[in-house]
């Protein structure tokens, strides 16, 4: 609905729950059909990881569904270079990312500053994945303003299919985050990339020859330990 986190903390002490995340229990109960003795047999951590198995299960059936990944996966495929960018709170999955896609894809990029865009767009770059986690940074939303005026496609994976990045989207990847704990847990939206990174591979036709030539590079150098 657009208000600040402070006022729906507000409405919920209003209710009487101890903030948010009481009040976000206590829906999750109505939800799942919990009663209160059901929650009261499982201590705070518990809680929080079962709000993480029920966040991937909700991946799990958006997925039946796999349309919009592959519509995301052939416009970031195509886009050479391919530019990411995702600060603050998304910076571990931007960087997950863009690690691995560097094994298949030729020029991978992250953006950090509206030059950073302006040198991905003249080289010839297309489009760009952004992940915006919550709390959403201003500078997220103005580097995403600026990828837009400068004409690329976005795909933009986050925590809802509402928010602040949505209406600068062209392809929306949600996938909810876990909030019961101080800070978010970002296990579906992790789950989510990979799930990307998958159908990139898919449809790129240089991914099989780059990571066969990727492995046989880590044989000779002993990259790893056997």
């Known amino acids: 609905t657009g208000v600040s986190q402070p006022s729906v903390t507000r409405l919920a ?20 059909n ?13 809680r929080a990881v079962a709000a993480e198995i029920a966040n991937l299960e ?23 270079p391919l530019t990411i960018l995702g600060p603050r709170a998304s910076q571990p999955i931007a960087s997950y990312l863009t690690f691995f896609a560097a094994k298949f894809h030729p020029d991978v990029r992250i953006a950090t500053t509206e030059d950073h865009l302006e040198q991905a767009r003249a080289a010839g770059g297309t489009a760009l ?15 995403l303003t600026s ?21 600068l989207a062209d392809v929306l990847l949600p996938a909810a985050v876990g909030t019961d704990l101080v800070f978010d847990s970002q296990a ?18 240089r991914a099989a020859d780059r990571l066969e030539d990727f492995e046989l590079s880590a044989e000779r150098r002993l990259l790893f330990v056997p």
Request: negative net charge; aromatic residues 4%.
């Open 147 to 167: 990828a837009k005026r400068l004409g690329f496609t976005t795909v933009t994976l986050t925590d809802a299919a509402m928010g602040p990045a949505a209406a």
């Open 58 to 80: 909700g991946l799990h059936a958006a997925l039946a569904d796999p349309r919009g990944v592959e519509q995301a996966a052939t416009i970031l495929t195509d886009s050479v």
């Open 129 to 143: 994945v952004a992940v915006v986690m919550p709390r959403y940074p201003r500078e997220t939303i103005e580097l």
């Open 34 to 46: 919990e009663t209160a003795g059901q929650a009261a047999e499982h201590n705070e951590y518990q």
């Open 188 to 205: 579906a939206p992790m789950v989510l990339a990979v799930v990307l990174l998958q159908a990139m591979s898919d449809v790129s036709p």
């Open 13 to 32: 002490i209003a209710l009487g729950y101890d903030g948010y995340p009481g009040l976000k229990r206590r829906l999750r109960e109505l939800h799942l």
